[in-house]
T-cell receptor, first 115, second 112 residues
Framework: AQSVTQLGSHVSVSEGALVLLRCNYSSSVPPYLFWYVQYPNQGLQLLLKYTSAATLVKGINDFEAEFKKSETSFHLTKPSAHMSDAAEYFCAVSESGGSNYKLTFGKGTLLTVNP | GEEVAQTPKHLVRGEGQKAKLYCAPIKGHSYVFWYQQVLKNEFKFLISFQNENVFDETGMPKERFSAKCLPNSPCSLEIQATKLEDSAVYFC??????????FGAGTRLSVL
């Protein structure tokens, strides 16, 4: 069984400040990990993915995440927040190497960016 | 197409009526997934297909819900006799490999 915990349902930062969104996972097999972003009334857009290659993963719009097996974490960061980053962010896990591709999502973190 | 197309965007049904949602996956993707998003943030996996075959249906409610992916047609998710608790946004995703899933914009189902 797998699960995802996103610490902090709401994170508020100033424009230009560092963005840090936390994600911890639980998985009985090596995981694949994903961050998705959801803008209001839209679908999920894939930001980045970890699929057992490099542990530091770069995504779109200068976001990156680091897979830390010892901490079972996959935190999302961005050096400098833009107003356009305001959205809901979801961390998700699936099982690697298996026959099960379904995603298990965290409950999301709402990011607000203040001018 | 280059994106997952879901129709309709919004569907309103009275309790007890049938609802049918459609999903056209990205061309060349052989996997299709359905998820239900309730209370804005809770995603629940429903069912997945590999081509027209059910791949994983462990999330599908045993009653009232059914889904199909037929050749040369959009995939569909049908809810018979809708209930208030079925109100949610239903997302479809498609994938070439199974692992990396690309989502549509969703169908918002409102059951009154």
């Amino acid at each position: 069984a797998q699960s995802v915990t996103q610490l902090g349902s709401h994170v508020s930062v100033s424009e230009g400040a560092l963005v840090l969104l936390r994600c911890n996972y639980s998985s009985s097999v090596p995981p694949y990990l994903f961050w998705y972003v959801q803008y209001p009334n839209q679908g999920l857009q894939l930001l980045l993915k970890y699929t057992s290659a490099a542990t530091l993963v770069k995504g779109i719009n200068d976001f990156e995440a680091e897979f830390k097996k010892s901490e079972t974490s996959f935190h999302l960061t961005k050096p400098s927040a833009h107003m356009s980053d305001a959205a809901e962010y979801f961390c998700a896990v699936s099982e690697s190497g298996g026959s099960n591709y379904k995603l298990t999502f965290g409950k999301g973190t709402l990011l607000t960016v203040n001018p | 197409g280059e994106e997952v197309a879901q129709t309709p965007k919004h569907l309103v049904r009275g309790e007890g009526q049938k609802a049918k949602l459609y999903c056209a996956p990205i061309k060349g993707h052989s996997y299709v997934f359905w998820y239900q998003q309730v209370l804005k943030n809770e995603f629940k996996f429903l069912i997945s297909f590999q081509n027209e075959n059910v791949f994983d249906e462990t999330g599908m409610p045993k009653e009232r819900f059914s889904a199909k992916c037929l050749p040369n047609s959009p995939c569909s998710l049908e809810i018979q006799a809708t209930k208030l608790e079925d109100s949610a946004v239903y997302f479809c995703a498609s994938s070439q490999s199974g692992y990396i899933q690309y989502f549509g914009a969703g169908t918002r189902l409102s059951v009154l």
